[in-house]
């Protein structure tokens, strides 16, 4: 990769993030939380956060590099997609500074986690539709509705909840017209219950289901704090603002995540095709085997290119250009790394099956990066109507 599209310093925070995954040894018994707080000690966690709270003083682009290279050594965090890069990344743009005191400095250094409530089960890819509502009770905020697929409730210490408040008529929902405002829900607050959702995904992190009944909060628990800031930024009239200053980076993060798992997917295939010999020489000679593993690596080296643009274009404050590279890199990523696992498990043939090479479990694993946090089709939607300016279907 040339320094006209990665500076010097982005390629050794690769090679350190490498080596340091490389050469981790999860001790017995240790679940992922282990391997998180020990990158967070040497500053990849909070790469992105600001200096002054504890951070590295970067952006999404070296947060993402610090995914990826993770999950190309085999060991990605998807909670880095939740907790730096979407939570983090809210608090330290539009929370008040007793928040970003609060949050910022732990999410930095591993001592504090934070999930991201946003998906309903009747709402789908529909961020419109939210029903979760939140009315004031005095100087206090009760909030009431159900999510889905919140990844990481049960090791977190709060959850990030997408609600409306009650001010916007029901109606107004269906129309499209959005009023959210992001709100932090302590893991134990009376009423937040979750249950975990049996999935066939083999991850550390449990997907749950959560029930908001009239939890109470504190009206400093919205995040902006209670009312408008001058700047438009903060408190119940921001929170659009606010959940698309979280959206961009989720992409791009899960652009890192599928990028980073091709990577090691194909890194096991070429090992293998290198040395597996049915004849005479190696399977890695046959045209039949080399050149889908070579389209394997340009798919993740193009989707590579869009995530750098979508990191540095958000690092730089252009959310727009930003929301349009952030879903191609996302759509490119995803498409690449489930391909990039096929033809790794067809190259090793039932080896490929086995535990022993360690990629079966990636063909479930890969379709999150096609499936999470919006779907391939709704991408396509976006890029039609936003990019192409196609009339909407829906």
């Avoid at 107004?172 to 932090?184: N, S």
Wanted: hydrophobic share 40%; glycine share 12%; charged share 20%.
């Amino acid at each position: 990769m040339t320094t006209l599209i990665e500076p010097e310093e982005h390629t050794y925070l690769r090679e350190a993030v490498a080596d340091f995954t490389r050469n981790y040894v999860r001790p017995p018994g240790a679940d992922s939380r282990h391997f998180w707080q020990a990158a967070a000690k040497l500053g990849y966690i909070g790469v992105n956060l600001p200096e002054e709270y504890g951070g590295g003083g970067g952006g999404i682009a070296e947060l993402s590099i610090v995914l990826e290279e993770m999950g190309a050594a085999g060991n990605p965090l998807l909670m880095m997609i939740v907790s730096p890069a979407i939570c983090g990344t809210v608090i330290s743009r539009f929370g008040t500074e007793a928040q970003k005191q609060d949050w910022l400095p732990a999410l930095a250094d591993g001592t504090r986690m934070m999930a991201f409530g946003i998906t309903e089960p009747d709402a789908g890819s529909n961020s419109h539709r939210i029903t979760t509502t939140a009315r004031r009770d005095g100087d206090d905020w009760l909030l009431t509705g159900r999510k889905v697929f919140i990844s990481g409730v049960d090791i977190c210490d709060a959850t990030l909840v997408v609600g409306r408040t009650e001010t916007v008529p029901t109606e107004e929902g269906r129309t499209g017209r959005l009023k959210p405002c992001l709100f932090i829900v302590p893991r134990d607050t009376p009423g937040f219950e979750r249950r975990a959702i049996d999935m066939e995904l083999d991850a550390d992190e449990t997907q749950f289901e959560l029930t908001l009944d009239d939890v109470r909060l504190p009206a400093d628990a919205l995040v902006g704090g209670g009312s408008s800031h001058a700047s438009g930024s903060g408190g119940e009239d921001a929170g659009l603002l606010q959940l698309f200053a979280g959206l961009n980076p989720e992409r791009i993060m899960t652009a890192a995540f599928g990028i980073g798992m091709g990577r090691y997917a194909l890194s096991r295939a070429l090992d293998y095709a290198r040395e597996r010999t049915v004849w005479k020489t190696p399977i890695g000679a046959h045209q039949a085997i080399a050149h889908p593993l070579a389209q394997a690596h340009i798919d993740l080296e193009l989707a590579r290119l869009m995530m750098q643009k979508a990191a540095h274009l958000y690092d730089a404050g252009d959310d727009i250009g930003a929301g349009e590279a952030a879903n191609m890199a996302k759509y490119a990523a995803g498409e690449a790394c489930v391909k990039a696992v096929d033809q790794a498990v067809h190259t090793l043939g039932g080896n490929g099956l086995t535990r022993e090479f360690g990629l079966a479990s990636l063909i479930t694993a890969s379709r999150v990066a096609r499936i999470a946090p919006v779907s391939r089709e709704m991408i396509l939607n976006y890029v039609s109507h936003q990019t192409l300016g196609l009339p909407k279907s829906y």
